[in-house]
C-alpha cells in the first residue's frame, strides 16, 4: 500500500517550490509523483502535423520525488507523516502520524 496516491493533497518539503501545495495528478514509477501545478518547466515542442500537434513553448508538470513531498493534514493545516493502521474489521487505512485521524476521513 502507498503512502502517498493519486488525488492525495501534498505539500512539497524540499526543492525550488518548497512549501507550496497541490494535489497529486498521477504516480510515476515507484517512487516518483507529479503534482498539479508544482515543478513546473517550460518545454520545446516541435510541431508533429500526423498527430495533430502545433508546435512551440508549453508548460509541463516535471515528477517530483516522493520524498521530496508529504501529505498535507487539514486538521493541523501542515504537512504530516503517514502510518498504516489494521481496523477491527480487518482493513488496512493510512493515517497521520500526529493525531491518528485516517487519511481522507
Known amino acids: 500500500m502507498e503512502r502517498i496516491r493519486k488525488g492525495d493533497e501534498v505539500v512539497v518539503i524540499a526543492g525550488k517550490d518548497k512549501g507550496k501545495r ?13 503534482v498539479e501545478g508544482i515543478n513546473r518547466v517550460k518545454k520545446h515542442v516541435k510541431p508533429n502535423p500526423v498527430k495533430g500537434v502545433v508546435g512551440g513553448v508549453i508548460d509541463k508538470d516535471m515528477p517530483l520525488h516522493i520524498s521530496n513531498v508529504s501529505l498535507y493534514n487539514p486538521a493541523t493545516k501542515k504537512a504530516d507523516r503517514v502510518g498504516f493502521k489494521l481496523l477491527e474489521n480487518g482493513k488496512k487505512v493510512r493515517v497521520f502520524k500526529s ?3 485516517v487519511v481522507g476521513a
Open 99 to 101: 493525531n491518528g485521524e
Open 22 to 34: 497541490g494535489a497529486v495528478v498521477r504516480r510515476v514509477g515507484a517512487e516518483h509523483v507529479v
